[in-house]
């Protein structure tokens, strides 16, 4: 009851932020989230080291209903996620908001931090809500905060269409979750997460699940779900997309999660292990192809979330259908590789997208052939960068690495065990594609913003960010590295919660994967080694050696320039070609010709847009506008009329009643 | 005992292919060729090299090279002769070595987008995209191999000598075209790319390096060796798992059939259009679906 109290007290005094002067909001909202994050810690990770679940508060009744407040290991996992990740941002946030200070009003940059501490708080209570009203409630509560964390930059028009995108796209997820609780309610006259495993018995009502799954589906991106995450990370300020795409998406993989855990029929977990499997490979493979082709830095993160979003929930489905056969083994390796996936995502994500804040901050602009040659003036970021983008690559020695092994693990398992060989063998070819392009993507992200020679004069006007920037920086890249290089600690935290999940058998007593990572962690120490020994012998060769600059080698063309360098849509070119039926393009201006021997000043500017955009707004919206028009007959203008549609009103009210039906 | 020989194995592997590439195809051109150790002496040459650096360039730039070649290392360190035993081998090393293979790959490719150079960019961009599209195939063709042999790691999967059965030597001789094929693309042979040409007529391997010289230039050509070699050895022991699981057959086995079948194919074929290339690769990773299906139905033993 303390904790909860004090939490309660905490959310009741982040309203202080109003009255504190506009320098210090930043400060006093960092010290509620700090407060929160190790309120909130302290047990997490009691739990996660092997104590019972802790409950916070049970039967808390208000005119929310009857809901009670606990921490077990999975929720104490996803609350050690929001605790870095909100802290990291808050520290974040006062370089990046510091030039906006005196541009907006005070009241401004307090709803700001206010909506900033609000959205860290509702999370947290989001994870540890048993179910029904104020699990709603904390989930609403978390959609607001993060709508009014997107309006930021509200004078942009841009900004202002994406958060009401934003808002109503969130707000039919919630309908569909407010009917899967609804619908459960009607089944087992309870609204805990628990009362599913009752709703789900001998494998009936597979429809509640699948409300829960589009519920929780909007906010996590799955496919075709996921048009609100490209529209609102560009138009949210940095450390927001961070703290979003990092941690926020990632409570629709813990509602996921609480929901498929509950079943117990073998035939309908199966079923809804093809479901997420198949939600997984679409979206993985939807996002990264997206990503390769996006031309604006933050629009190309927030699809790549869509595809990690997928890749998480391959590894879902791999270690549900292989619960459906009953290899525990299996299932906690994918789940393991799932939840250690989640987190290492969090980390790079956050990264990336502070590092796209730093750009963004200097050079007013994230459109990526804008850019070149920024490592030279910003060589910390660009260092960072490269370690998260390394690490998003799921290249070794990194984090990315150890939770994609785990899920590649549990399908080759299920390909050399026989069960499920096929869904298995489809979801490894899909991960190896989405694993290949990813880094196609990647590559193109960095190559064509930090290296290389400046497109634009802005690039040589900017400078490194502050200190405290490149700290909160650093938090998640302490992480990459440490669970990157050391994988076996980060395996003993997730096999907690995957054992909790999958009903008590633990991966650790049932398989070698301990001394596998071991293994993993010697070979990452062995690669490095030998990469710092080669290193230093090609150095120490080449003192002896004359070694000279000059320019780069133009194949024998004299005089090339920089606009002749390769931007990111050359780089993406060849996946176009081949892909092109995913997006929509809009081309504005004209490209050289090729008969154009002098060509004149062009201005060519494609932008490729996903079909599923189109398909989920522009149709409604067509829809909407034709039911509009005819509701418009109705508005006569005469009172006679209005009179009338008020009688009729009344008669069916009478008749409807007459009969029973309202 | 048996790792150290393991090891020195593999570097024999990879220093001869190029040299067996070489052979045959001046034998076949009716050629006198160069010496079969010409390549090594080139490598040699440049290791002693000076450098130019181009001033766009970065640290990156620099040490690329370095990761590039110790990726190449680590991962030949995971892959087994025959009956002998790598260096490192864990449950899933098949996966830790297709993604050191990644990561040499995003180094060069980094390393080549440094340069802010377009040739070099046309190079990264297709090298980028063609690794992408061969990455299913890789993985798919593991997977077979966990399928049929009952493990996931190298070691493993060839060192548990099957009994001789029908279904394995199909399966295993497919498995070895398959990375055969794997090894044109990764080391950008014909049909995929030409490296006889002169340097910017190269499409994609060569292109990439165009402002690399000295040591660091050796440091690429010696991991190419490399990861050709790789490949080679996983057709090679595939071939011997079915027949002769022995070191002394597997060794010269990868070195002639990568060597020769490169040779023959370079010497009788054109490279192709650039714009065939994705149609060429993803023939690949289909093929290796279907390896896979095929090694799913005879290992089920459905009567058909």
Redesign the interface.
């Known amino acids: 009851m303390f904790y909860l109290s004090s939490l309660l007290v905490l959310a009741l005094l982040v309203g202080t932020i109003f009255i504190v002067p506009v320098r210090h909001k930043v400060w006093t909202a960092l010290a509620f989230v700090a407060l929160a994050a190790i309120a909130v810690a302290v047990p997490a990770i009691g739990v996660l080291a092997g104590a019972p679940t802790v409950v916070l508060a049970s039967n808390i009744s208000s005119m929310l209903g009857v809901g009670s407040l606990s921490i077990d290991p999975l929720a104490a996992i996803f609350l050690l996620i929001i605790a870095v990740a909100g802290v990291a941002t808050l520290l974040y946030s006062r370089g990046y908001i510091a030039p906006y200070l005196k541009k907006k009003s005070s009241a401004h940059i307090s709803l700001h931090y206010t909506a900033l501490a609000v959205l860290v708080l509702s999370m947290m209570l989001v994870v540890m809500a048993n179910g029904g009203f104020l699990f709603l409630f904390a989930w609403e509560l978390m959609t607001i905060a993060s709508f009014l964390l997107i309006l930021f930059d509200a004078e942009r028009a841009e900004v202002l269409r994406a958060a009401l995108a934003y808002l109503i796209m969130m707000h039919v997820g919630f309908i569909f979750l407010v009917a899967g609780f609804v619908g459960l309610e009607s089944i087992t006259a309870n609204t805990t997460f628990s009362s599913l495993a009752a709703c789900f018995g001998e494998g009936k009502n597979l429809g509640v699940f699948i409300l829960f799954l589009l519920g929780f589906g909007m906010k996590a991106g799955l496919f075709p779900m996921h048009v609100w995450l490209p529209e609102a990370h560009p138009a949210a300020p940095s450390h927001v997309s961070a703290i979003m795409s990092g941690v926020m998406i990632k409570t629709g993989v813990y509602g996921v999660l609480r929901v498929v855990s509950q079943m117990s029929d073998p035939a309908q977990i199966h079923t809804a292990g093809v479901v997420i499997l198949g939600a997984g490979v679409v979206t993985g493979l939807w996002g990264v192809i997206l990503a390769a082709m996006q031309n604006d830095v933050k629009r190309l993160l927030a699809y790549s979330s869509i595809e990690n979003v997928g890749v998480i929930f391959i590894g879902l489905g791999i270690a549900t259908l292989a619960n459906a056969a009953g290899n525990a083994t299996i299932m906690n390796l994918a789940l393991c590789g799932a939840l250690l996936h989640t987190i290492n995502h969090s980390l790079f994500k956050s990264l990336l997208f502070f590092g796209a804040g730093n750009i963004y901050s200097q050079m007013h602009t994230t459109l990526l052939d804008r850019f070149g040659g920024v490592a030279k003036h910003m060589p910390v970021t660009a260092i960072l960068f490269l370690l998260a983008t390394m690490a998003i690559c799921a290249l070794p020695p990194l984090n990315g690495f150890v939770g994609e092994f785990m899920i590649y693990l549990g399908m080759l398992g299920s390909v050399r065990d026989g069960i499920n060989t096929l869904y298995a063998a489809g979801g490894l070819m899909a991960l190896a594609l989405i694993g290949g392009i990813v880094v196609l993507a990647f590559t193109k992200l960095y190559s064509t913003v930090f290296l290389g020679s400046p497109r634009h004069h802005h690039v040589a006007e900017s400078e490194e960010v502050d200190n405290l920037r490149i700290a909160a920086m650093a938090i998640p890249a302490l992480g990459i590295i440490v669970i990157g290089l050391f994988p076996q600690f980060a395996l003993l935290v997730v096999e907690r919660v995957a054992s909790s999940l999958g009903g008590g058998v633990g991966l650790l007593q049932t398989s070698t994967i301990m001394a596998t990572l071991w293994k993993v962690s010697l070979t990452a120490i062995i690669l490095i080694i030998i990469i710092a020994l080669l290193y230093t012998i090609k150095s120490r060769a080449q003192r002896s050696r004359t070694i000279s600059e000059g320019p780069t080698w133009g194949c024998g063309f004299t005089s090339p320039n920089i606009r002749m360098q390769y931007t990111g849509e050359s780089f993406s070119e060849g996946l176009q070609s081949i892909a092109t039926s995913l997006t929509q393009n809009t081309v504005e201006g004209r490209a050289v010709g090729k008969s154009e021997i002098f060509p004149s000043s062009h201005n060519y500017n494609v932008r490729h847009k996903d079909k599923i955009d189109r398909l989920l707004a522009e149709w409604w919206v067509e829809l909407l506008r034709i039911i509009n028009k005819r509701m418009m007959n109705l508005r006569t203008g005469r009172i006679n009329n209005y009179i009338l549609f008020a009688l009729l009103f009344l008669i069916a009210i009478v008749v409807l009643s007459l009969f029973n039906i309202i | 005992m048996g790792i150290a020989l393991n090891t020195l194995l593999m570097i024999v592997v990879a220093l001869s292919i190029p040299g067996v590439i070489n052979r045959t195809r001046a034998i076949l051109a009716g050629r006198k060729g160069l010496p079969f150790v010409q390549h090594i002496r080139n490598v040699r040459l440049l290791?002693r090299?000076?450098?130019?650096?181009?001033?766009?360039?970065?640290a990156?730039f620099?040490?690329a090279?370095?990761?590039y070649?110790?990726?190449a290392?680590?991962a030949m360190?995971f892959m087994p002769v025959a009956d002998l035993y790598p260096l490192?081998?864990?449950?899933?090393d098949?996966?830790?070595f297709?993604?050191?293979l990644?990561?040499a790959?995003?180094a060069i490719?980094?390393a080549a987008?440094?340069?802010?150079?377009?040739?070099?960019?046309?190079g990264?961009?297709?090298e980028?995209?063609y690794?992408?599209?061969?990455?299913?195939a890789?993985?798919?063709g593991?997977?077979t191999l966990?399928?049929f042999c009952?493990?996931?790691s190298f070691a493993d999967i060839f060192a548990h000598e099957q009994s001789f059965n029908a279904q394995l030597t199909i399966v295993m001789f497919l498995i070895a075209y398959l990375f055969i094929s794997i090894a044109f693309v990764e080391s950008g042979r014909v049909p995929v790319d030409d490296p006889r040409t002169h340097?910017?007529l190269t499409m994609i391997h060569e292109v990439m390096c165009?402002?690399y010289s000295?040591?660091?230039m050796g440091?690429i050509h010696i991991a190419g060796w490399l990861k050709t070699a790789c490949f080679s050895m996983i057709a090679a022991n595939a071939i011997a798992a079915t027949c002769c699981f022995h070191w002394w057959f597997a060794t010269p086995l990868a070195i002639l059939l990568t060597g020769i079948s490169i040779g023959v194919v370079e010497s009788t074929q054109a490279r192709n259009k650039l714009?065939r290339n994705?149609t060429f690769i993803v023939t690949i990773?289909a093929l290796a679906?279907l390896i896979?299906f095929i090694g799913?139905l005879l290992?089920?033993d459905i009567n058909i």
């Open positions: 290791l090299k000076g450098s130019v650096y181009s001033t766009t360039t970065t990156l620099r040490i090279p370095a990761v070649l110790g990726a290392i680590v360190l490192i081998s864990f449950e899933g098949v996966i830790c297709a993604y050191t990644a990561l790959r995003v490719i980094l987008m440094d340069t802010g150079s377009s040739f070099e960019g046309m990264a961009a297709r980028a995209l690794g992408a599209l061969i990455e299913p890789l993985m798919i593991f997977a966990a399928m009952g493990y996931t340097l910017e165009l402002d000295g040591i660091d440091m714009i994705t990773s679906a896979f799913f290992q089920s």
